[in-house]
């Protein structure tokens, strides 16, 4: 069975600029969450979608939105970039939108120059 | 507001020397504890879920227990395999997203 997948697996982008992360959940998973990780820290809450709409938000600005399509994937949007969003983009799916168990992607390792 | 905390940040063992790993946390009702195994510059990977004081997991050479206030992570005769980071993540039942530790990195020299 598919895992969550993630594109692109790497980016590198300079300030200001704008970057479209991608990713698709587990068959059947109907809730998307994105987090963002800095390298020696535990993963950050950024959004939650299920069906559609956004369930959750995480203390992050404006500069950062998300779209959950019919199929279920999702798009993060990160505009305006900062050095300081350098950092592994994780997509985790879980079965409904009372996320007990979640199921990581691989990350998209974001670095802004 | 929601806390989790793990220690040690890092453990270095040798092959086969058993330890456990700390996780305390102060939330607003429990839903969940989740363990998540992540090496490096990959995503994190479940391992256990505990809802409830006193629940155990198992799998392999880990062993996940749950009290009140903290959940260790024990690991018996570590192999260099089992290096990696180790986090833990707590949902609390007035929220719909988890709240990470920092990890513990865990090292297993052969």
């Known amino acids: 069975d598919a895992g969550v997948t993630q594109s692109p697996t790497h980016l590198i982008k300079t300030r200001g600029q704008h970057v479209t992360l991608r990713c698709s959940p587990i068959?059947?998973?109907?809730?998307v969450s994105w987090y963002q990780q800095v390298l020696g820290q535990g993963p950050q809450f950024i959004f939650q979608?299920?069906?559609?709409?956004?369930?959750g938000r995480g203390n992050f600005p404006d500069r950062f939105s998300a779209r959950q399509f019919p199929n279920y994937s999702s798009e993060l949007n990160v505009n305006a970039l900062l050095l300081g969003d350098s950092a592994l983009y994780l997509c985790a799916s879980s079965l409904a939108i009372i996320q007990e168990t979640q199921y990581f992607g691989p990350g998209t390792r974001l670095l802004v120059l | 507001e929601d806390q989790v905390t793990q220690s040690p940040e890092a453990l270095r063992l040798q092959e086969g020397e058993s330890s456990s790993l700390n996780c305390s946390y102060t939330?607003?009702?429990?839903?969940?504890l989740f363990w998540y195994r992540q090496d490096p510059g990959k995503g994190p990977e479940f391992l256990f879920t505990?809802?409830?004081a006193g629940e155990e997991k198992e799998k392999e050479r880990l062993k996940a227990t749950l009290t009140k206030k903290e959940s260790f992570l024990h690991i018996t005769a570590p192999k260099p395999e089992d290096s990696a980071t180790y986090l833990c993540a707590v949902l609390p039942g007035s929220a719909r997203q988890l709240t990470f530790g920092s990890g513990t990195q865990l090292t297993v020299l052969p």
């Open positions: 505990l809802y409830s």
């Open positions: 939330v607003s009702g429990l839903r969940g």
């Open positions: 068959s059947g998973h109907k809730s």
């Open positions: 979608y299920y069906e559609k709409e956004e369930r």
